[in-house]
């Protein structure tokens, strides 16, 4: 079996920073392609930033210049680098990869999420 574990939510104030973590563990083969969501109350999980294993990026336009994605592909972690933090970015975030398993088959675990509140 393939986990990722988040960390790194927090409670912070408007304008503040936080850096999330992802590490993903077990019979990983190779992860291509990782990711960060975000969960609002209310709303449905939307994709914040991904990064392919060649580098690639992609930001949701709502966070672009303000939020970093990297990724070690050594130790199957990825961060996100989040600063001038809004009320709005207040979600539960999820990390997830695509890749394969040391079996070769197709691998997609998500985490369990690591709350983000932004508030004064």
């Known amino acids: 079996q393939v986990h990722v574990v988040e960390s790194g939510g927090a409670l912070v104030q408007p304008g503040g920073s936080l850096r999330l973590s992802c590490a993903a563990s077990g019979s990983i083969f190779k992860i291509n392609v990782m990711g960060w969501y975000r969960q609002a109350p209310g709303k449905q999980r939307e994709l914040v930033a991904t990064i392919s294993r060649g580098g690639v990026i992609n930001y949701a336009d709502s966070v672009k210049g303000r939020f970093t994605i990297s990724r070690d592909n050594t130790n199957s972690a990825w961060y996100l680098q989040m600063t001038s933090l809004k009320p709005e970015d207040t979600a539960v975030y999820y990390c997830?990869?695509?890749?394969?398993?040391?079996?070769?088959?197709?691998?997609?675990?998500w985490g369990q999420g690591t709350q983000v509140t932004v508030s004064s």
């Open positions: 997830n990869g695509h890749g394969y398993g040391e079996d070769y088959s197709f691998i997609s675990p």
